[in-house]
């Protein structure tokens, strides 16, 4: 009677269906829309938004309105101008609240598959380590990069159509903010990964965010002052985010130089997404 | 014991547990909540151990409401479902905490402590952190932290889960010395069979409500329309057959290789009838089978007419 | 049978702050012991180089550090990191039944929980108000200085506690009430200002930080409030908290799958 060597059936087609970082990145997605944050940030955005374009509108009006004249001087004085205004589109004002909602989602996005010990259930199928965390830090830097882009493009569209070429927006704007826009929703999404990555839960992951992105602000400014050197300011996140902008659009005196920046972005990608994938190792996940 | 009157359970919109009336007199025994996943089980585990006040009527555990109620919630032990503990606690310490939070102190604490642990098998490894023990040490510990202050009545709720074999039988060994030992217990379980190796009364329910109470028999009692199916094993299986036929109890009739499967309308009438027939030799029986006497065919009956 | 006995509301409180002291001695605690000592210990090593090297330390450092490191950022920080692993942890991980299934007061379980995290906290504050005088801050200040990082603490982490057990984004308001409300402390007007936890902590600090400004344009005189009103209020307000969320917790059914206001 012969023996026969044991064989494997032929191997499952696994390019059926979409990409696993598709369907991870879909499903927290969905989740996140559910979570009815919208509401308060929503307002919270809309309202910054308004403001901007009334700004905006105050500025066109003071420059051809011949009722606005006598207050084009005082305008200029109290109003940002050159590429400090154009800058000041992705500011402080956005920015703040931008880091408090990535915070909140993005910190959540690894510490709750942690919590409730998902993970082990994630990886049982053909998804790879690599999947999973371009997954949810693609979703961690797609939030942000979403939340800066109306400010960038609704008051450059408002601008050429109230004013045309001559309008108090450049018309090359989106080409110096959507890069910058970019860099920060991926030193968002990174710093987010990895703070999500080292929490046991979401409000702990809250936690980590916002204490990194406070944290070595606070620190940055003392050793700033201290030493009398501003770059060291380049360990905080959000000083980060806040030079890009105003890098880009050839601020004289931007709040960080380039080298600090983007040796500082680079090292806090890096970082986190290095923290990130040691803490999503398979070997990590144990149901 | 325990009485409800009308106690429902609403999640939300949801409801987890329709209008219950029952009662479970005092004294020791267990009694088996049954049902499959979603019936209300734990629901109703929830009320009496009085982790969720009723959202309407009334509940009662040892004469009195048990929901945010010290003076019950101290003479009731709850196992829990599932595996969650503390992180980065260890089992005795953890033991210790929720002596105290049972008002236990000192050496009587100690004496509980290993007491409890003497009961589950546990003194050797309660030393351990929760992420170093196994599923069943785990359940173990648990067990014993409802142990610890003596209750009179204890609820497990679906505690066999996740258990081996062997883990299961010591478990139901531990159980029946606590209840010979007068301590009510109350376990749920949608395994059919652990709960009828187990309990001596058996509440059913299914989505939400309460279907049926009593023993495996008396609840099989409330089935008049449905028969029970008997094979009956002889050499001759056609002799039966005609035996069977002319007893007029009859409602269906098949016949296999060596066997007669008779389905019975009333077997409290039939079966002695056929134990007396067998006795004066009339019957030529090698085996008798009751093919759905068990708590399985009960439990399909139900469920089948009420979903 | 042995006789029912039921657990005072200390003997609660005692139990659980018994029960998980290990915690602290983990990630966690460690977590929250390194924020408030690794800033001052980073500035502490520059201000030894600067000396090495002959330069001057800035006066008003250990001030500045205080208030602009510890006060405004680190405690806050620590607030929202160790309020999520009092009681909120036990809901989250779905192991309070057990505790609530238990004669217990219900009430005294976050403040039992809160109370082992706050004397931790408040161990590492010390210690890094010690590196403040390390880096030239005022020996006879040291006193004041813990004494309003305590109070601080005290208050703030009853705070988050208890919005974490009220709204299911309690971290969220707590953060925005601790790092938005309160850095605008320099420009509320009046009493507004005693609204503010920072108020409190310059009261008893006896320091200003230096945010604070007149040059600035929306910049308000700031009220002053006497030391130990100021450390009797936000002790007063911690109790009140700590009392807010044992009511809460005692107040909202939680079953074996959570409770409502989880998040």
Redesign the interface.
């Given at each position: 009677m012969p023996i026969y060597a044991p064989t494997l059936p032929p191997r499952e087609n696994l390019d059926r269906g979409s990409h696993p970082i598709a369907v991870l990145m879909r499903f927290d997605f969905g989740r996140v829309m559910k979570a009815k944050?919208g509401i308060f940030f929503g307002f919270l955005f809309l309202l910054i938004l308004l403001i901007q374009l009334g700004s905006l509108y105050l500025r066109y009006l003071s420059n051809t309105s011949v009722a606005f004249s006598g207050m084009k001087d005082f305008a200029s004085q109290i109003l940002t101008q050159g590429p400090e205004y154009q800058a000041d589109h992705l500011g402080q004002a956005v920015l703040?609240p931008m880091w408090?909602q990535v915070?909140?989602i993005g910190g959540g996005l690894v510490a709750r598959d942690t919590?409730h010990r998902i993970r082990p259930l994630i990886y049982a199928h053909p998804v790879r380590p690599q999947d999973y965390l371009l997954a949810k830090g693609g979703l961690a830097a797609l939030l942000p990069f979403a939340i800066q882009l109306p400010f960038v493009l609704i008051p450059w569209a408002m601008s050429l159509m109230v004013a045309g070429k001559n309008g108090p927006i450049w018309t090359t704007l989106p080409l110096h903010l959507i890069p910058a826009a970019l860099m920060i929703a991926i030193l968002a999404g990174s710093v987010t990964l990895g703070a999500s990555a080292m929490a046991?839960?979401?409000?702990?992951g809250?936690?980590?965010v916002?204490?990194i992105v406070?944290?070595t602000?606070?620190?940055g400014?003392?050793?700033a002052?201290?030493?009398k050197a501003k770059a060291f300011l380049a360990i905080s996140p959000v000083a980060l985010a806040t030079a890009w902008p105003q890098l880009l659009c050839g601020m004289k005196d931007p709040f960080l130089d380039w080298v600090p920046t983007v040796i500082g972005t680079v090292a806090h990608v890096s970082l986190w997404i290095f923290v990130a994938a040691q803490r999503t190792k398979p070997s990590e996940a144990v149901l | 014991m325990i009485s409800l009157n009308r106690a429902s359970l609403r999640y939300g919109q949801i409801l987890g547990l329709s209008p219950t009336t029952f009662e479970l007199p005092a004294g020791g025994g267990i009694t088996g909540l049954l049902g499959p996943n979603g019936a209300g089980k734990s629901s109703l585990i929830q009320l009496l151990s009085g982790l969720l006040p009723c959202s309407s009527g009334d509940v009662r555990v040892l004469g009195e409401e048990p929901y945010r109620n010290p003076a019950i919630l101290a003479r009731i032990g709850l196992v829990p479902e599932g595996d969650r503990f503390p992180s980065g606690l260890k089992g005795r310490g953890w033991l210790r905490m929720m002596g105290e939070l049972s008002g236990l102190e000192g050496p009587a604490l100690e004496a509980a402590i290993e007491k409890a642990l003497g009961i589950v098998g546990m003194e050797t490894r309660a030393h351990l952190r929760f992420n170093q023990m196994s599923k069943g040490m785990r359940q173990r510990i648990r067990l014993a932290q409802a142990l610890l202050h003596d209750p009179e009545l204890l609820i497990l709720d679906e505690p066999f889960n996740g258990l081996d074999p062997e883990a299961r039988i010591l478990l139901m060994e531990m159980l029946r010395k606590l209840a010979d030992g007068g301590v009510k217990i109350i376990v749920s379980s949608h395994i059919l069979g652990e709960i009828a190796q187990l309990t001596d009364r058996i509440l059913l329910l299914f989505r939400g409500r309460l279907l049926a109470e009593g023993n495996v028999a008396e609840i099989r009692e409330l089935l008049d329309r449905h028969p029970v199916e008997l094979r009956l094993s002889a050499e001759d299986a056609r002799a039966v057959a005609r035996w069977a036929v002319d007893q007029g109890e009859l409602v269906g009739l098949r016949l296999e290789e060596g066997s007669a499967i008779l389905a019975v309308r009333n077997p409290r009438t039939f079966l002695p009838r056929m134990q007396e027939a067998v006795v004066a030799g009339k019957l030529p029986l090698t085996a008798l089978d009751p093919l759905d006497l068990n708590l399985d065919a009960v439990f399909q009956y139900l469920t089948k007419d009420h979903a | 049978m042995s006789a029912a006995v039921i657990p005072t509301p200390l003997q609660t409180a005692k139990a659980v702050f018994k029960g998980y002291l290990p915690r602290v001695l983990q990630a966690r605690g460690w977590v929250l012991a390194g924020l408030p000592l690794v800033p001052v210990g980073i500035i502490m090593l520059v201000a030894i180089v600067m000396k090495a090297q002959g330069e001057r330390v800035p006066p008003g450092l250990a001030v500045e550090v205080f208030h602009k490191a510890l006060a405004q950022y680190f405690l806050p920080i620590m607030a929202l990191v160790a309020a999520p692993a009092g009681i909120r942890e036990d809901i989250e991980q779905r192991t309070i039944p057990l505790m609530l299934a238990r004669p217990a007061t219900v009430w005294a379980l976050p403040f039992g929980k809160g109370l082992l995290w706050y004397g931790w906290g408040v161990l590492w504050l010390a210690f890094a108000c010690l590196g403040l005088v390390a880096i030239g801050g005022s020996f006879e200040a040291l006193p004041r200085m813990v004494g309003s990082l305590a109070s601080a603490y005290w208050a703030e982490l009853a705070f988050m506690t208890l919005l974490g057990l009220v709204f299911k984004r309690g971290s969220l308001w707590g953060a925005l009430y601790l790092f938005v409300w309160d850095r605008a402390i320099w420009i509320l007007p009046g009493n507004l200002q005693r609204l503010t936890f920072a108020h409190y902590v310059e009261n008893i600090s006896g320091t200003k930080s230096s945010v604070v400004n007149a040059s600035h344009m929306l910049a308000q005189t700031q009220v002053v409030t006497p030391t130990l009103v100021a450390a009797l209020v936000l002790f007063l307000a911690g109790c009140v908290f700590w009392a807010l969320a044992g009511w809460r917790l005692q107040a909202t059914p939680i079953g074996l799958a959570g409770a409502d206001s989880e998040g």
């Amino acid at each position: 009677m012969p023996i026969y060597a044991p064989t494997l059936p032929p191997r499952e087609n696994l390019d059926r269906g979409s990409h696993p970082i598709a369907v991870l990145m879909r499903f927290d997605f969905g989740r996140v829309m559910k979570a009815k944050l919208g509401i308060f940030f929503g307002f919270l955005f809309l309202l910054i938004l308004l403001i901007q374009l009334g700004s905006l509108y105050l500025r066109y009006l003071s420059n051809t309105s011949v009722a606005f004249s006598g207050m084009k001087d005082f305008a200029s004085q109290i109003l940002t101008q050159g590429p400090e205004y154009q800058a000041d589109h992705l500011g402080q004002a956005v920015l703040i609240p931008m880091w408090f909602q990535v915070a909140l989602i993005g910190g959540g996005l690894v510490a709750r598959d942690t919590l409730h010990r998902i993970r082990p259930l994630i990886y049982a199928h053909p998804v790879r380590p690599q999947d999973y965390l371009l997954a949810k830090g693609g979703l961690a830097a797609l939030l942000p990069f979403a939340i800066q882009l109306p400010f960038v493009l609704i008051p450059w569209a408002m601008s050429l159509m109230v004013a045309g070429k001559n309008g108090p927006i450049w018309t090359t704007l989106p080409l110096h903010l959507i890069p910058a826009a970019l860099m920060i929703a991926i030193l968002a999404g990174s710093v987010t990964l990895g703070a999500s990555a080292m929490a046991g839960s979401p409000r702990a992951g809250f936690g980590w965010v916002l204490g990194i992105v406070l944290g070595t602000f606070a620190l940055g400014g003392i050793l700033a002052g201290l030493l009398k050197a501003k770059a060291f300011l380049a360990i905080s996140p959000v000083a980060l985010a806040t030079a890009w902008p105003q890098l880009l659009c050839g601020m004289k005196d931007p709040f960080l130089d380039w080298v600090p920046t983007v040796i500082g972005t680079v090292a806090h990608v890096s970082l986190w997404i290095f923290v990130a994938a040691q803490r999503t190792k398979p070997s990590e996940a144990v149901l | 014991m325990i009485s409800l009157n009308r106690a429902s359970l609403r999640y939300g919109q949801i409801l987890g547990l329709s209008p219950t009336t029952f009662e479970l007199p005092a004294g020791g025994g267990i009694t088996g909540l049954l049902g499959p996943n979603g019936a209300g089980k734990s629901s109703l585990i929830q009320l009496l151990s009085g982790l969720l006040p009723c959202s309407s009527g009334d509940v009662r555990v040892l004469g009195e409401e048990p929901y945010r109620n010290p003076a019950i919630l101290a003479r009731i032990g709850l196992v829990p479902e599932g595996d969650r503990f503390p992180s980065g606690l260890k089992g005795r310490g953890w033991l210790r905490m929720m002596g105290e939070l049972s008002g236990l102190e000192g050496p009587a604490l100690e004496a509980a402590i290993e007491k409890a642990l003497g009961i589950v098998g546990m003194e050797t490894r309660a030393h351990l952190r929760f992420n170093q023990m196994s599923k069943g040490m785990r359940q173990r510990i648990r067990l014993a932290q409802a142990l610890l202050h003596d209750p009179e009545l204890l609820i497990l709720d679906e505690p066999f889960n996740g258990l081996d074999p062997e883990a299961r039988i010591l478990l139901m060994e531990m159980l029946r010395k606590l209840a010979d030992g007068g301590v009510k217990i109350i376990v749920s379980s949608h395994i059919l069979g652990e709960i009828a190796q187990l309990t001596d009364r058996i509440l059913l329910l299914f989505r939400g409500r309460l279907l049926a109470e009593g023993n495996v028999a008396e609840i099989r009692e409330l089935l008049d329309r449905h028969p029970v199916e008997l094979r009956l094993s002889a050499e001759d299986a056609r002799a039966v057959a005609r035996w069977a036929v002319d007893q007029g109890e009859l409602v269906g009739l098949r016949l296999e290789e060596g066997s007669a499967i008779l389905a019975v309308r009333n077997p409290r009438t039939f079966l002695p009838r056929m134990q007396e027939a067998v006795v004066a030799g009339k019957l030529p029986l090698t085996a008798l089978d009751p093919l759905d006497l068990n708590l399985d065919a009960v439990f399909q009956y139900l469920t089948k007419d009420h979903a | 049978m042995s006789a029912a006995v039921i657990p005072t509301p200390l003997q609660t409180a005692k139990a659980v702050f018994k029960g998980y002291l290990p915690r602290v001695l983990q990630a966690r605690g460690w977590v929250l012991a390194g924020l408030p000592l690794v800033p001052v210990g980073i500035i502490m090593l520059v201000a030894i180089v600067m000396k090495a090297q002959g330069e001057r330390v800035p006066p008003g450092l250990a001030v500045e550090v205080f208030h602009k490191a510890l006060a405004q950022y680190f405690l806050p920080i620590m607030a929202l990191v160790a309020a999520p692993a009092g009681i909120r942890e036990d809901i989250e991980q779905r192991t309070i039944p057990l505790m609530l299934a238990r004669p217990a007061t219900v009430w005294a379980l976050p403040f039992g929980k809160g109370l082992l995290w706050y004397g931790w906290g408040v161990l590492w504050l010390a210690f890094a108000c010690l590196g403040l005088v390390a880096i030239g801050g005022s020996f006879e200040a040291l006193p004041r200085m813990v004494g309003s990082l305590a109070s601080a603490y005290w208050a703030e982490l009853a705070f988050m506690t208890l919005l974490g057990l009220v709204f299911k984004r309690g971290s969220l308001w707590g953060a925005l009430y601790l790092f938005v409300w309160d850095r605008a402390i320099w420009i509320l007007p009046g009493n507004l200002q005693r609204l503010t936890f920072a108020h409190y902590v310059e009261n008893i600090s006896g320091t200003k930080s230096s945010v604070v400004n007149a040059s600035h344009m929306l910049a308000q005189t700031q009220v002053v409030t006497p030391t130990l009103v100021a450390a009797l209020v936000l002790f007063l307000a911690g109790c009140v908290f700590w009392a807010l969320a044992g009511w809460r917790l005692q107040a909202t059914p939680i079953g074996l799958a959570g409770a409502d206001s989880e998040g």
